[in-house]
């Protein structure tokens, strides 16, 4: 099993950056592919960027991509996901999840860190 804690978020303007983090907890963390998903105020989460065990496959939603950039230290237990030029729609609820790698969320999730980006 894995825990999540993620931490970054905040309040910016628009075509500022904001640099998550997703750190683990558990022994097993490295099996796990991670990905970043979001969810803003009457809308469903969606899946955001996800990277590999490996660090060395990446996916980025259609949205995020040349913007978003998803890393992982394995020697950290950390995933971070570093967010450029940051438009309005981009505010969301930011969560962390351990799974198989791809778009489809897995098993495990963190609490969610608030991003605004004000206008």
């Known amino acids: 099993q894995v825990q999540l804690v993620e931490s970054g978020g905040g309040l910016v303007q628009a075509g500022g950056s904001l640099r998550l983090s997703c750190v683990a907890s558990g022994r097993t963390f490295s099996t796990y592919a991670v990905a970043w998903f979001r969810q803003a105020p009457g809308k469903e989460r969606e899946f955001v960027a996800t990277i590999s065990r490996s660090g060395l496959s990446i996916d980025y939603a259609e949205p995020v991509k040349g913007r978003f950039s998803i890393s992982r230290s394995i020697a950290k237990s950390t995933v971070y996901l570093q967010m450029n030029s940051l438009k309005p729609e981009d505010t969301a609820v930011y969560y962390c999840?351990?799974?198989?790698?791809?778009?489809?969320?897995?098993?495990?999730w963190g609490q969610g860190t608030q991003v605004t980006v004000s206008s």
């Open positions: 999840n351990a799974g198989n790698f791809g778009r489809v969320a897995g098993d495990y």
